[in-house]
């Protein structure tokens, strides 16, 4: 009895060495734990930890046939097992420091290609994809091509662990795990209106989860807030990073019974909504290595299995203190924000310049103004000039702060997307006093259902980034991003929003354009009015003076045969009367035509001088000056001799017949 227990250690001491030399875990108590959960199944625990490439290590149900019959033991198990006088010599062989156990061709299956299983969610849609590794990403898009009915120019694969890679990666060098959640962005392509409304998977994919871990070591509780898209994989690695249990040490309650594979997404996984209720544990070695599991518990384990363990904090540049904000006071200089600063503005010009001290010069453009001036230059501009308004609430006693800001708020292609599509206005509530300020002023803003939503965050949830779309009738935020995310999911959050908004914004455009349309023709119509009224002033103008003109030449027309006819009266009063035939006098009686053929005939005294002749002519309304006095033959112009001559003088007795002319 006391041989075979002693070949047993011996053999455990062995199946140790060989596991630890296969798989590089130097640390005894974490390779007695995994070789506990195999019953010490050497090749079952390797293929746990280390999945092959080119074959399968098949497990007999004896370890007697483990090993080949010429094989030996490796070099440290060699070393811990004690003297026997049973135990061959070791060989050349085993002088290696890390070693295998050669196993005999009929425990590898013949060489297969591994397969990798992805599960590709697109809006309501998902689909299963099966493929060899050294298939490349482009292979898998075109079948999703097929699948989804979507051109691999205007597809996003998005989700890989190892942030965005080209078409012509080959699946292999990414080092992925059998099962894996995939998602495809189309920002290109509008979504429809029924994908929009009647997508429960998609609204489901969209909502927020708050999970209630329990930590029951450090009797300690999370709530986290993952959007559905996250899937148990992560949160089990996020939980790592805060608890510090790698990913394959953890042990849970409170997932659902039906839940057997990590990569499912939380909105499929059937957990509550809006809030699920979770514990978490070490799963803790036996007894007699329990004492050295305690006093490693501070070592960070990063395991080469297939992405089971969170990622180190040094691969970012920053230390886990950093990382998660638990620095010493002493590394910030100054608040973000100082407290109850009377400008807005002063206010976010110091938040910008102690955010770049911190973070660097590569981040997003904050307005500086207040948030009512942030809103009029994101939502009350042309249609086409409008944007989405993101509203950065920062919190420095969240653990969550520094990676929010060092790698999601500073990754180029978050501030290149913000920069193009957002306003992004920023407010530090960290001192209370400027939280209280804040509520007041989104209160006044979007209404007390956002500033009641903000209240209702703690601490460890902030940052926040809320998204907020103008309308109409209000602003309504589209979307609330807190700190526990990833640039993949926090692009796809922002791409999600600007899908939303981009299809309110070609509605408001169709809708400005048509205003403007009936604007300008009723612009125009006005226009055509005020010419048409200006013609008919101008015409009633232009015939009003013509009137007037008329009134006046008529007014000077009458004056004139007014003054003639007065003339005319007066000459007529002055003339001599006319002399009988029978008088004593020389008396000459004269005939005149006037220009209608009518004639006049008058006795005159020999002695009277031609002017008595022209005053007797102008007083029947032909007057001197505008008429000629012609005689017949000889033809001559009385008008033209002197006024002061007599008819006798001028050959005008005893009588003589004239005719008017006009003069020219």
Known sequence: MASDTSGSNMDREMILADFQACTGIDNIAEAIALLELNNWDLVAAINGVIPQENGILRSEASQANLYGPHSQPSAPAAAAAPPSSSSPPPSSSSSSSAFCPVLPSRHIIERQPRML??????????????????????????????????????????????????????????????????????????????????????????????????????????????????????????????????????????????????????????????????????????????????????????????????????????????????????????????????????????????????????????????????????????????????????????????????????????????????????????????????????????????????????????????????????????????????????????????????????EDIKDEDEREAREMVKREQDEAYRLSLEADRKKREAQEREEAEQVRLEQIRKEQEEEREAIRLSLEQALPPEPEEESGEPVSKLRIRTPSGEFLERRFLGSCKLQVLFDFVASKGYPWDEFKLLTTFPRRNITQMDPAWTLLEAKLFPQETLFLEAKE
């Open 117 to 506: 299983n992805f599960r590709v969610e697109y809006r309501q849609r998902s689909v299963e994809v099966v493929l060899e590794e050294a298939s490349t990403v482009g292979e898998m898009k075109q079948i999703l091509e097929t699948e989804l009915q979507v051109p691999v120019s205007k597809m996003q694969l998005k989700g890989w662990k190892s942030g965005d890679v080209s078409d012509s990666t080959v699946l292999r060098s990414l080092h992925l795990p059998k099962n894996n959640s995939l998602y495809v962005l189309t920002p290109d392509i509008a979504p429809t209106a029924s994908t929009s409304q009647n997508s429960s998977l998609q609204e489901s994919l969209n909502q927020n989860f708050l999970l209630v871990i329990s930590h029951r070591e450090a009797q300690r509780d999370y709530s986290l807030n993952f959007p559905g898209s996250r899937t148990i994989q992560e949160v089990k690695r996020n939980i790592s990073d805060l608890t510090n249990i790698p990913v394959r040490h953890q042990q849970w309650e409170g997932w659902p019974a039906t839940v057997t594979d990590d990569s499912v997404t939380l909105a499929a996984s059937g957990i509550s909504y809006p809030c699920h209720h979770l514990s978490v544990c070490r799963r803790f070695s036996p007894a007699n290595t329990r004492e050295q599991f305690e006093e490693c518990t501070d070592v960070h384990m990063v395991s080469d299995s297939e992405g089971d363990d969170f990622e180190d904090a040094s691969e970012f540049g920053v230390d886990e203190a950093e990382m998660f904000g638990m620095g010493t006071s002493g590394c910030r200089k100054s608040p973000m924000m100082p407290e109850n600063t009377e400008n807005e503005g002063d206010a976010l010009l110091h938040f910008t310049a102690e955010f770049s001290t911190r973070y660097g010069d590569c981040h997003p453009v904050f307005f500086i103004g207040s948030l009512e001036a942030a809103s009029q230059e994101a939502f009350y501009g042309k249609a086409r000039d409008r944007k989405l308004l993101a509203i950065y609430l920062h919190n420095d006693e969240s653990v969550l702060t520094n990676v929010f800001c060092s790698q999601m708020m500073c990754a180029e292609s978050i501030v290149s997307y913000l920069s193009q599509n957002f306003i992004t206005w920023a407010w530090d509530v960290t001192k209370e006093a400027n939280k209280a300020r804040l509520l007041t002023m989104c209160t006044r803003h979007f209404g007390s259902v956002v500033a009641q939503t903000i209240r209702t965050y703690k601490t460890d949830q902030f940052p926040l980034l809320l998204i907020v779309m103008g309308k109409r009738a209000s602003n309504e935020v589209l979307n609330v991003i807190q700190g526990n995310t990833t640039v993949d999911e926090l692009m796809m959050r922002l791409m999600g929003a600007m899908e939303i908004f981009t299809a309110q914004q070609q």
